[in-house]
């Protein structure tokens, strides 16, 4: 290379260099200094938002786990997404929606007039009689799906669309005289193609209804199905014998409900419509947890939804994933349909978090948070925490331990800390914490909206551990447990019910008996939803070591079972509350 003409060389002992042309930029800066960007953390920093349909940074800074990659599969079978609030299913699925948009179907429960359903009278009326509406709910379930998936892979968004996707349809399957029976059935609602989901919906329960009037007669036309009810006695004057045949002919109607043809449908679905790899296609079903129906009829709608994903994971090129919080999942009620639950549990994944996958996604979103905000040399959470040292220990475990090992609980922490950052250029022990109290509040609010449609009242329950000692003995977890029973006497507990029912073994026990057999539903109960660990060292070491990092006790997401059997009970020396918990509630460790 030839050198520039105006370049001055520079003599060294061994070699001669040039040094390089200077642009006026450049000149320019050696005149003046450029400024340098600052590090100081303002108040607005922050690494995203607790929910995922709101969180900015999802996308340039998601941490791709071993549940993602899974879901993505096409080989993955498992359509279920089980986990708390908080723990990420929703974040995975608008990963997925985004990566893979154009194969992607998103059914909005809120969309399906759910409430139009339970709140119609002629479902009251049927669940009055106690009669199972499974296969009505499936038939429901399916028949959406289906749509959803057709207007999809064919764009069915108009009466024309709709006609020529028929004659595709007509020429593939004409010579397959199985599968005329499929054909009848979409033509049976060909008029209802295109109509947004909530009105394919609303039609169908239309029709049933109209069944069952034509069934019952001119009792419920002339009475008004939502009068109508058998408690009591009589509802018509009928014998019971009169009243149990009515009940047999509503049941006949609600199990063919479209049943069979549906069925036919599913095939012609596997062999005809998703027909190859390259139509291959994801559904989307999340938010399930919503206030948006009656809370038995919504639990029979949600449990009938995973028996039809179950009997649709034998479509090659579809794959169903359904997200649902773990209490609404331990809440139902497979048994009603033979006693089911172990083949959706083994369809299922469970989310859970270690804290070296905390971590990484907090490194993920440190360094994300840092470019969007314009902070030089932050390339993972670390470079924002106060350094390790013997008196305080590790930042970030010190924060990671106050979580109940879920993503939310991290950012949330960690964005309260910066709120108390005061423009300096890493977080301080001062800062950290500041945050944990309104950390802990917080915490303790969000575990109380997670738990209550399970356990009405459960923040009565939470409250009575207000200045309890930082390592419970059984003596002391006792005497609470009792304090816990005798809310079923206050007449403004709304939890009385399961109360009851888990408190029943305290009310019957004599003083001899073992106090592990008497407490365990309870102990169950409050280690279930993550408040209480179990402690298996020495209480005295426990209780003499409150700041140190590694947690002694047994807590859910170590291990969610053990409190499950009686014999891990008996090895247990005292119990501790979550340290998310703590500050809210007083307790000093």
């Not at 009037?213 to 009928?238: N, Q, V």
Request: aromatic share 8%; proline share 5%.
């Amino acid at each position: 290379m030839r050198p520039h003409p105006h370049a001055t060389p520079l003599q060294t002992s061994d070699v001669t260099l040039e040094s390089p042309p200077l642009a006026s930029d450049d000149l320019w800066g050696y005149l003046v200094p450029r400024p340098v960007r600052s590090r100081r953390i303002r108040g607005e920093f922050n690494l995203g938002e607790e929910a995922a349909e709101f969180d900015g940074l999802l996308r340039e800074a998601f941490y791709e786990t071993w549940l993602y990659r899974a879901i993505v599969s096409p080989e993955d079978r498992k359509c279920f997404l089980i986990g708390r609030t908080g723990s990420g299913k929703s974040a995975c699925l608008r990963r997925l929606e985004e990566a893979h948009r154009e194969h992607t179907i998103r059914v909005n429960p809120e969309d399906l007039s759910l409430p139009y359903i339970t709140e119609l009278g002629v479902i009251k009326y049927l669940y009055s009689l106690d009669a199972h509406l499974d296969s009505l709910f499936i038939a429901l379930w399916k028949h959406v799906l289906l749509i959803e998936i057709i207007k999809h892979r064919y764009k069915v968004d108009s009466a024309d669309a709709q006609r020529r996707f028929m004659d595709v349809l007509k020429d593939k399957i004409k010579r397959d005289r199985s599968k005329r029976a499929a054909l009848a059935y979409l033509e049976e609602f060909e008029g209802k193609f295109w109509c947004e989901t909530d009105e394919r919906v609303k039609e169908i329960t239309r029709t049933f209804e109209n069944q069952i009037k034509a069934e019952s007669g001119a009792k419920i036309s002339a009475t008004g199905i939502g009068d109508l009810s058998i408690s009591g006695g009589d509802s018509y004057g009928e014998s019971l014998a009169e009243r149990t045949e009515l009940v047999n002919r509503f049941q006949r109607v609600v199990n063919e409900t479209q049943l069979p043809r549906l069925n036919k449908m599913m095939t012609v679905l596997n062999e005809d419509i998703l027909d190859s790899r390259q139509h291959f296609t994801y559904i989307i079903i999340d938010d399930l947890d919503r206030d948006w129906a009656d809370e038995k009829v919504g639990n029979d709608l949600i449990r009938c939804l995973f028996r039809a994903v179950f009997d649709l994971t034998r479509v090659e090129n579809l794959k169903v994933l359904v997200a649902l919080r773990t209490n609404i999942f331990e809440s139902l009620d497979f048994g009603r349909t033979g006693g089911q639950e172990e083949k959706f549990r083994a369809l299922s994944h469970r989310v859970a978090w270690s804290k070296d996958d905390l971590r990484e996604l907090l490194d993920n979103r440190a360094a994300a948070a840092a470019t969007r905000f314009d902070l030089d040399d932050i390339k993972c959470v670390a470079d924002i925490l106060p350094r390790t040292n013997r008196t305080m220990g590790d930042a970030l475990v010190h924060i990671l331990n106050r979580t109940l090992m879920r993503p939310r609980d991290a950012i949330a922490f960690l964005n309260k800390c910066f709120s108390y950052a005061n423009g300096k250029e890493k977080l301080t022990w001062k800062s950290i914490h500041a945050a944990e109290a309104t950390y802990s509040a917080n915490r303790l609010l969000a575990l109380r909206d997670e738990w209550k449609p399970t356990f009405p009242g459960i923040e009565r329950v939470l409250r009575i551990f207000t200045g309890s000692p930082y390592t419970l003995t059984w003596q002391q977890m006792s005497q609470r447990l009792v304090n816990c029973a005798l809310l079923t006497v206050e007449p403004d507990f709304a939890g009385t019910p399961w109360m009851k029912e888990l408190a029943a073994p305290l009310w019957s026990a004599s003083g001899s008996e073992d106090p592990t057999e008497v407490c365990q539903p309870l102990l169950r109960m409050l280690h279930n939803i993550g408040f209480i660990g179990c402690v298996t060292s020495t209480p005295e070491s426990v209780a003499t070591d409150g700041r140190q990092e590694d947690e002694p006790a047994i807590f859910n997401y170590d291990d969610p079972s053990f409190p499950d059997h009686i014999s891990n009970l008996r090895s247990v020396n005292g119990f501790v509350v979550h340290p998310a918990f703590r500050p809210a509630l007083d307790i000093q460790g």
